[in-house]
């Protein structure tokens, strides 16, 4: 699974056989489960997704965002030289 460059170092030869032991999971938009993590063994997982919670996920955490939303938000920059005045 290794190249030779690598499985040959001595760092190598101390670590456990199994370096990466997976963990495949289903995670909603919120963080929560639908399909807890399998380790050490292959498995097909499967959860139920409920189509109608998107539109409620989005008000807690929309991925594209509303700063991409011209229509909503405008960056003006105001380029006059300006001094700060003392007193």
Do not use: W
């Amino acid at each position: 699974m290794y190249p030779d460059e690598i499985t040959e170092s001595d760092k190598f030869a101390i670590l456990p056989d199994e370096l990466t032991r997976g963990g495949s999971c289903i995670v909603d938009s919120l963080g929560d489960y639908l399909a807890e993590p399998v380790f050490g063994k292959e498995k097909i997982i499967y959860a139920d997704l409920d189509l109608d919670k998107i539109a409620e996920r989005n008000f807690d955490f929309y991925v594209v965002g509303h700063y991409s939303r011209p229509d909503v938000f405008q960056l003006k920059v105001n380029e006059k030289s300006r001094r700060m005045r003392k007193g």
